[in-house]
């Protein structure tokens, strides 16, 4: 099997786009853990986005095996797993002692328990094209709920009139990896990529509109925007950072891919 087929260029050319902007997407946390080594602590950040960042390239992998002929697939969601692997074990080894067990729980139960039931299952109750549907419909479900993920951050925005939390490049690249995967899935002629990149392009869209209309269209006095921040808010990003607000504390989680980043439970989703 090549590893990229030149059978159809167009779907050659959007595979390896999504391969490379998923690839940068992947890379968005290494300054936080680089933050989190030197100073030898995990900082009150949280582990969820990289452990569901995991899971989602687990499934992804296992679906484009099953439908085989689907390598840029399997090619980007290998490496998101050995840079998602390499950032949860570094969360791991500098994290508190109590949060350290919960995170090697949910790596347990979520990522290794809830792999294996979708795999056991389909491999001994479904064969044939009903497997690769039904770990289709799996993989288009997740996609779904990390996509929808960034609305508390857009509502955030719209309610405090700030765009402090909502990074523009991030927004931007995860947009064009939506946009890269969609064509993909579109010219293989698969649903269960390109339907639920279809959402994280139009939400990629509206955060960008988002950002520039209340970054350069509306005017907001600094009181007004503090005022609007109430005290126990939590919001959701794509993204791998978790900042607190200064001054305060509240705390922003921080979502992050296929194959849909971002965290939040952010999730990316690259496929």
Same mark, same amino acid.
């Given at each position: 099997?090549?590893?990229?087929?030149?059978?159809?260029?167009?779907?050659?050319?959007?595979?390896?786009?999504?391969?490379?902007?998923?690839?940068?997407?992947?890379?968005?946390?290494?300054?936080?853990?680089?933050?989190?080594?030197?100073?030898?602590?995990?900082?009150?950040?949280?582990?969820?986005?990289?452990?569901?960042?995991?899971?989602?390239?687990m499934l992804w992998i296992y679906y484009a095996l099953v439908k085989t002929n689907s390598m840029p697939i399997i090619t980007i969601n290998s490496v998101g797993c050995v840079l998602e692997i390499t950032y949860i074990a570094i969360y791991i080894a500098y994290?508190?002692?109590?949060?350290?067990?919960?995170?090697?729980?949910? +790596? /347990? %139960?979520?990522?290794?328990?809830?792999?294996?039931?979708?795999?056991? !299952?389909?491999?001994?109750?479904? =064969?044939? *094209?009903?497997?690769?549907?039904?770990?289709?419909?799996?993989?288009?479900?997740?996609?779904?709920?990390?996509?929808?993920?960034?609305?508390?951050?857009?509502?955030?925005?719209?309610?405090?009139?700030?765009?402090?939390?909502?990074?523009?490049?991030?927004?931007?690249?995860?947009?064009?990896?939506?946009?890269?995967?969609?064509?993909?899935?579109?010219?293989?002629?698969?649903?269960?990529?390109?339907?639920?990149?279809? +959402? /994280? %392009?139009?939400?990629?869209?509206?955060?960008?509109?988002?950002?520039? !209309?209340?970054?350069?269209?509306? =005017?907001? *006095?600094?009181?007004?925007?503090?005022?609007?921040?109430?005290?126990n808010i939590v919001l959701e990003m794509s993204s791998a950072d978790s900042p607190r607000i200064e001054g305060t504390n509240e705390k922003f989680v921080i979502h992050q891919i296929n194959q849909s980043d971002t965290q939040r439970v952010a999730s990316f989703?690259?496929?």
């Amino acid at each position: 099997m090549a590893i990229l087929s030149m059978d159809d260029p167009w779907v050659f050319i959007c595979g390896v786009l999504g391969n490379i902007i998923a690839f940068m997407v992947f890379l968005a946390p290494v300054l936080t853990f680089y933050t989190i080594v030197k100073k030898k602590s995990s900082q009150g950040y949280e582990s969820i986005p990289y452990l569901v960042a995991l899971f989602s390239c687990m499934l992804w992998i296992y679906y484009a095996l099953v439908k085989t002929n689907s390598m840029p697939i399997i090619t980007i969601n290998s490496v998101g797993c050995v840079l998602e692997i390499t950032y949860i074990a570094i969360y791991i080894a500098y994290a508190p002692a109590s949060v350290r067990m919960t995170t090697l729980k949910i +790596l /347990g %139960f979520f990522n290794l328990g809830g792999f294996s039931l979708i795999a056991g !299952f389909s491999y001994f109750f479904t =064969k044939g *094209p009903n497997r690769v549907q039904l770990l289709g419909w799996i993989c288009l479900c997740f996609g779904v709920g990390v996509f929808v993920a960034p609305l508390s951050i857009m509502r955030t925005v719209i309610r405090t009139k700030s765009v402090e939390f909502m990074p523009f490049s991030l927004s931007f690249f995860l947009t064009l990896n939506a946009v890269a995967w969609f064509f993909y899935g579109f010219l293989k002629n698969d649903f269960y990529v390109y339907l639920p990149n279809t +959402l /994280g %392009f139009a939400f990629g869209i509206v955060q960008m509109i988002l950002y520039v !209309f209340y970054k350069y269209c509306i =005017k907001v *006095p600094e009181q007004e925007k503090q005022h609007n921040v109430g005290p126990n808010i939590v919001l959701e990003m794509s993204s791998a950072d978790s900042p607190r607000i200064e001054g305060t504390n509240e705390k922003f989680v921080i979502h992050q891919i296929n194959q849909s980043d971002t965290q939040r439970v952010a999730s990316f989703k690259f496929g």
